[in-house]
């Protein structure tokens, strides 16, 4: 597409400056031809400008792909990190849930276990034997 695109715009910059250059305005036949090549490179300019938008807007295509591509990337990324955070969430509200009775209750036993060593410790005191 792009050597479309130079070609056509090399043949119209040749075709435009070589009959100005090159031919004598005397002559009828020469005239014609003159006339002849600057609208071929009229067309061949025409042609080409369209070939750059066509480009242009296949460039655009492109960039527009790119950023969706990406946007989707980031996506599933946000929303695999979203997922296993609230998956870990959950995972800790069930360890602080389901050991708290344990807890609770080693923390009796253990209450418990102090105050009897604490007792054991002060009846001694107070009998020595």
């Known amino acids: 597409m792009h050597l479309k695109l130079f070609v056509r715009s090399a043949s119209s910059v040749v075709l435009w400056l070589t ?69 870990r969430q959950q995972e800790a509200e069930l360890i602080l849930t389901s050991p708290g009775v344990d807890v609770e209750e080693s923390r009796k036993v253990l209450e418990a276990i102090y105050n009897n060593d604490l007792q054991d410790y002060t009846s001694a005191s107070e009998h020595p034997d």
């Open 19 to 87: 009959p100005l250059a090159a031919l004598d305005k005397t002559r009828d036949i020469q005239k014609a031809l003159q006339g002849v090549s600057l609208i071929a490179a009229i067309a061949c300019a025409v042609s080409a400008g369209n070939l750059a938008r066509e480009l242009s807007e296949q460039g655009e295509i492109e960039v527009i792909k790119k950023r969706a591509i990406t946007a989707d990337v980031v996506d599933e990324i946000s929303t695999s990190a979203y997922i296993s955070q609230q998956q």
